[in-house]
Protein backbone atom coordinates (compact mmCIF):
# COMPACT_ATOMS: atom_id res chain seq x y z
CA UNK A 1 0.00 0.00 0.00
CA UNK A 2 2.74 2.57 0.45
CA UNK A 3 5.05 3.94 -2.55
CA UNK A 4 7.83 6.50 -2.00
CA UNK A 5 5.60 9.45 -2.26
CA UNK A 6 4.13 9.51 1.24
CA UNK A 7 1.68 12.38 -0.06
CA UNK A 8 -0.53 12.53 -3.56
CA UNK A 9 -2.10 15.35 -4.72
CA UNK A 10 -3.74 15.02 -8.16
CA UNK A 11 -5.67 17.82 -10.17
CA UNK A 12 -6.91 19.69 -7.04
CA UNK A 13 -9.52 22.28 -7.49
CA UNK A 14 -10.53 24.32 -4.82
CA UNK A 15 -13.04 28.02 -5.65
CA UNK A 16 -14.29 30.81 -3.43
CA UNK A 17 -16.99 32.21 -5.30
CA UNK A 18 -15.99 33.47 -8.41
CA UNK A 19 -12.72 32.70 -7.65
CA UNK A 20 -10.37 29.48 -8.47
CA UNK A 21 -8.30 29.42 -4.83
CA UNK A 22 -6.19 25.86 -6.26
CA UNK A 23 -6.26 25.22 -10.22
CA UNK A 24 -6.07 21.62 -11.39
CA UNK A 25 -2.51 21.30 -8.33
CA UNK A 26 -0.48 18.13 -8.70
CA UNK A 27 2.26 17.44 -6.57
CA UNK A 28 3.85 14.86 -4.23
CA UNK A 29 5.96 14.83 -1.43
CA UNK A 30 8.44 11.74 -0.82
CA UNK A 31 8.46 10.10 2.44
CA UNK A 32 11.03 11.48 4.90
CA UNK A 33 11.54 14.37 2.56
CA UNK A 34 11.47 18.20 3.57
CA UNK A 35 9.55 20.19 0.59
CA UNK A 36 9.41 23.21 0.37
CA UNK A 37 5.99 25.14 -0.71
CA UNK A 38 6.52 28.51 -2.09
CA UNK A 39 4.21 31.44 -3.79
CA UNK A 40 3.01 35.18 -3.26
CA UNK A 41 0.75 36.13 -0.78
CA UNK A 42 -2.97 34.86 -2.31
CA UNK A 43 -1.44 32.46 -4.58
CA UNK A 44 -3.09 29.33 -2.30
CA UNK A 45 -0.21 27.79 -0.06
CA UNK A 46 -3.11 27.63 2.98
CA UNK A 47 -5.54 26.76 1.12
CA UNK A 48 -3.72 23.96 -0.46
CA UNK A 49 -2.71 22.83 3.38
CA UNK A 50 -6.78 23.39 4.29
CA UNK A 51 -7.93 21.09 1.25
CA UNK A 52 -4.61 18.38 1.99
CA UNK A 53 -5.24 18.71 6.15
CA UNK A 54 -9.31 18.22 5.49
CA UNK A 55 -10.28 21.50 7.02
CA UNK A 56 -12.17 21.67 4.23
CA UNK A 57 -12.71 19.32 1.07
CA UNK A 58 -11.24 20.04 -2.25
CA UNK A 59 -14.09 20.78 -4.85
CA UNK A 60 -12.46 18.37 -7.13
CA UNK A 61 -9.30 16.04 -7.26
CA UNK A 62 -7.36 13.45 -5.60
CA UNK A 63 -5.26 13.03 -2.01
CA UNK A 64 -3.61 10.25 -1.04
CA UNK A 65 -2.28 9.79 2.15
CA UNK A 66 -0.34 6.50 2.54
CA UNK A 67 -1.70 4.83 -0.31
CA UNK A 68 -5.21 5.94 0.99
CA UNK A 69 -7.43 9.03 -0.44
CA UNK A 70 -8.12 10.88 2.33
CA UNK A 71 -9.77 14.24 -0.31
CA UNK A 72 -13.03 14.88 1.72
CA UNK A 73 -12.72 13.00 4.78
CA UNK A 74 -12.29 15.49 8.07
CA UNK A 75 -9.35 16.62 9.80
CA UNK A 76 -9.27 14.35 12.55
CA UNK A 77 -9.77 11.16 10.36
CA UNK A 78 -6.30 12.72 8.84
CA UNK A 79 -4.89 13.76 11.50
CA UNK A 80 -5.40 10.18 13.00
CA UNK A 81 -3.57 8.67 9.45
CA UNK A 82 -0.63 11.12 10.91
CA UNK A 83 -1.17 14.32 9.12
CA UNK A 84 -1.04 17.21 11.10
CA UNK A 85 -0.33 20.64 10.55
CA UNK A 86 0.04 23.92 11.81
CA UNK A 87 -2.11 27.05 11.23
CA UNK A 88 -0.87 30.39 9.83
CA UNK A 89 -2.77 32.20 12.25
CA UNK A 90 -2.14 30.67 15.66
CA UNK A 91 -4.65 28.33 17.21
CA UNK A 92 -3.49 27.29 20.74
CA UNK A 93 -6.15 27.09 23.92
CA UNK A 94 -5.56 30.45 25.57
CA UNK A 95 -7.21 28.77 28.81
CA UNK A 96 -4.86 26.06 28.99
CA UNK A 97 -1.41 25.82 29.95
CA UNK A 98 1.47 25.13 27.47
CA UNK A 99 1.57 21.55 29.38
CA UNK A 100 -2.18 21.15 28.87
CA UNK A 101 -1.72 22.31 25.11
CA UNK A 102 0.66 19.36 24.73
CA UNK A 103 -1.05 17.07 26.58
CA UNK A 104 -4.69 17.63 24.49
CA UNK A 105 -2.21 16.44 21.15
CA UNK A 106 -1.39 13.39 23.22
CA UNK A 107 -2.18 9.81 21.79
CA UNK A 108 -3.75 9.20 24.85
CA UNK A 109 -1.72 5.93 25.69
CA UNK A 110 0.72 6.32 28.95
CA UNK A 111 -0.14 9.65 30.77
CA UNK A 112 3.45 9.36 32.47
CA UNK A 113 5.30 9.04 28.93
CA UNK A 114 3.12 11.26 27.50
CA UNK A 115 3.53 14.16 29.99
CA UNK A 116 7.87 13.34 29.96
CA UNK A 117 7.49 13.57 26.23
CA UNK A 118 5.52 16.99 25.96
CA UNK A 119 8.47 18.86 28.68
CA UNK A 120 11.49 17.43 26.46
CA UNK A 121 9.42 19.16 23.12
CA UNK A 122 8.43 22.16 25.19
CA UNK A 123 12.67 22.19 26.14
CA UNK A 124 13.35 21.70 22.80
CA UNK A 125 11.19 25.19 21.69
CA UNK A 126 12.74 26.71 24.90
CA UNK A 127 9.41 27.30 26.70
CA UNK A 128 10.36 25.07 29.59
CA UNK A 129 10.36 27.39 32.09
CA UNK A 130 6.94 28.62 30.77
CA UNK A 131 5.73 24.81 30.85
CA UNK A 132 2.62 25.65 33.50
CA UNK A 133 1.79 29.33 32.44
CA UNK A 134 -1.36 29.95 30.20
CA UNK A 135 -1.30 29.97 26.71
CA UNK A 136 -2.94 33.08 26.47
CA UNK A 137 0.17 35.35 28.16
CA UNK A 138 2.46 34.13 25.78
CA UNK A 139 4.23 36.26 23.04
CA UNK A 140 3.32 35.69 19.26
CA UNK A 141 6.87 34.39 19.10
CA UNK A 142 6.36 32.05 21.89
CA UNK A 143 3.04 30.81 21.02
CA UNK A 144 3.88 29.91 17.25
CA UNK A 145 6.70 27.55 19.15
CA UNK A 146 4.31 25.83 21.46
CA UNK A 147 2.35 25.28 18.48
CA UNK A 148 5.21 24.27 16.68
CA UNK A 149 5.65 21.71 19.42
CA UNK A 150 2.41 20.39 19.69
CA UNK A 151 2.26 19.74 16.57
CA UNK A 152 5.31 17.40 16.66
CA UNK A 153 3.48 15.36 19.84
CA UNK A 154 1.55 12.87 18.71
CA UNK A 155 4.63 11.65 16.69
CA UNK A 156 3.05 12.11 13.24
CA UNK A 157 4.34 11.17 9.69
CA UNK A 158 3.69 14.01 7.63
CA UNK A 159 3.62 17.18 9.33
CA UNK A 160 2.27 20.65 7.71
CA UNK A 161 4.08 23.81 8.47
CA UNK A 162 2.59 27.17 7.51
CA UNK A 163 4.76 30.07 8.11
CA UNK A 164 6.12 28.41 11.71
CA UNK A 165 9.01 31.07 11.57
CA UNK A 166 6.92 34.22 11.42
CA UNK A 167 7.30 36.62 14.74
CA UNK A 168 9.80 34.05 16.41
CA UNK A 169 13.14 35.37 16.89
CA UNK A 170 15.78 34.37 14.79
CA UNK A 171 17.80 32.45 17.75
CA UNK A 172 14.78 30.26 18.19
CA UNK A 173 13.96 30.07 14.56
CA UNK A 174 17.22 28.20 13.85
CA UNK A 175 16.34 25.86 16.43
CA UNK A 176 13.13 25.33 15.11
CA UNK A 177 14.50 24.35 11.34
CA UNK A 178 17.19 21.81 13.11
CA UNK A 179 14.33 20.57 14.85
CA UNK A 180 12.72 19.85 11.41
CA UNK A 181 16.15 18.17 10.35
CA UNK A 182 16.32 16.27 13.51
CA UNK A 183 12.56 15.02 13.11
CA UNK A 184 13.12 14.04 9.53
CA UNK A 185 15.84 12.34 10.47
CA UNK A 186 13.55 10.16 12.88
CA UNK A 187 11.08 9.53 10.14
CA UNK A 188 8.66 12.54 9.93
CA UNK A 189 8.16 14.28 6.89
CA UNK A 190 7.51 18.01 6.36
CA UNK A 191 5.73 20.49 4.01
CA UNK A 192 6.79 23.96 4.54
CA UNK A 193 5.18 27.27 3.85
CA UNK A 194 7.74 29.80 4.33
CA UNK A 195 9.12 33.18 2.91
CA UNK A 196 12.92 33.21 3.42
CA UNK A 197 14.39 31.76 0.65
CA UNK A 198 17.54 31.16 1.90
CA UNK A 199 15.80 29.03 4.59
CA UNK A 200 14.25 27.18 2.21
CA UNK A 201 16.83 27.05 -0.07
CA UNK A 202 19.19 25.23 2.12
CA UNK A 203 16.36 22.99 4.44
CA UNK A 204 14.27 21.80 1.67
CA UNK A 205 15.17 18.93 -1.03
CA UNK A 206 12.30 20.03 -3.28
CA UNK A 207 10.23 23.03 -4.00
CA UNK A 208 7.07 23.37 -5.20
CA UNK A 209 5.67 26.61 -6.46
CA UNK A 210 2.62 28.66 -6.74
CA UNK A 211 0.83 31.32 -8.41
CA UNK A 212 -2.77 32.20 -9.04
CA UNK A 213 -3.63 28.99 -7.57
CA UNK A 214 -1.51 26.87 -10.17
CA UNK A 215 1.84 25.22 -9.96
CA UNK A 216 4.20 26.84 -11.85
CA UNK A 217 7.92 25.72 -11.47
CA UNK A 218 8.66 22.59 -8.82
CA UNK A 219 12.27 20.83 -8.70
CA UNK A 220 14.98 20.93 -6.63
CA UNK A 221 15.86 24.46 -5.19
CA UNK A 222 18.58 25.64 -7.31
CA UNK A 223 16.46 24.35 -10.42
CA UNK A 224 13.34 26.34 -9.29
CA UNK A 225 15.58 29.22 -8.18
CA UNK A 226 16.82 30.01 -12.13
CA UNK A 227 13.42 29.10 -12.94
CA UNK A 228 11.97 32.39 -15.32
CA UNK A 229 8.78 31.97 -14.36
CA UNK A 230 8.72 31.62 -10.65
CA UNK A 231 11.97 34.74 -10.69
CA UNK A 232 8.99 36.95 -12.43
CA UNK A 233 5.99 35.37 -10.32
CA UNK A 234 7.95 35.63 -6.70
CA UNK A 235 11.25 36.76 -6.81
CA UNK A 236 10.15 39.84 -8.81
CA UNK A 237 7.65 40.66 -6.30
CA UNK A 238 9.55 39.94 -3.19
CA UNK A 239 12.28 42.39 -4.51
CA UNK A 240 9.73 44.98 -4.99
CA UNK A 241 8.39 44.56 -1.86
CA UNK A 242 11.60 45.45 -0.21
CA UNK A 243 12.18 48.22 -2.40
CA UNK A 244 8.82 49.84 -1.17
P1 LIG B 1 -1.52 32.07 0.50
O1 LIG B 1 -1.52 31.20 1.70
O2 LIG B 1 -0.70 31.57 -0.63
O3 LIG B 1 -1.17 33.49 0.85
P2 LIG B 1 -4.38 31.55 0.50
O4 LIG B 1 -4.46 30.11 0.21
O5 LIG B 1 -4.59 32.00 1.89
O6 LIG B 1 -3.00 32.14 -0.08
O7 LIG B 1 -5.44 32.30 -0.41
C1 LIG B 1 -5.59 32.05 -1.80
C2 LIG B 1 -6.75 32.88 -2.28
O8 LIG B 1 -7.97 32.34 -1.78
C3 LIG B 1 -6.71 34.33 -1.83
O9 LIG B 1 -7.21 35.14 -2.87
C4 LIG B 1 -7.64 34.33 -0.62
O10 LIG B 1 -8.21 35.60 -0.45
C5 LIG B 1 -8.67 33.30 -1.00
N1 LIG B 1 -9.21 32.57 0.17
C6 LIG B 1 -8.53 31.76 0.99
N2 LIG B 1 -9.33 31.23 1.93
C7 LIG B 1 -10.56 31.71 1.69
C8 LIG B 1 -11.86 31.52 2.28
N3 LIG B 1 -12.03 30.71 3.34
N4 LIG B 1 -12.90 32.19 1.75
C9 LIG B 1 -12.76 32.99 0.69
N5 LIG B 1 -11.59 33.21 0.05
C10 LIG B 1 -10.51 32.59 0.55
MG1 LIG C 1 -1.04 31.56 3.68
Same mark, same amino acid.
Given at each position: MTGPDILQVRHVFKAFGGLQALSDVSFSVPRRGIVGLIGPNGSGKTTLFNAVSGFFPPDRGEIVLDGRPIAGRPAWTVARRGLVRTFQVIRVFGQMTALENMLVAAPGLDARAEKERALALLGRVGLSRHANEYAADFSYGMTKLLEFARVLMPGPSLVLLD????????? @???? /????? =??? =?? +??????????? @??? @? @?? /??? =? /??? /?????????? +????? #? #?????????????????? #?
Open positions: EPAAGVNPR @MRET /LWSIV =RES =RE +AGTTFVIIEHD @MNV @M @MT /LCE =R /LTV /LNYGEVIAEG +APEEV #R #RNKDVVEAYFGKTAERAE #R
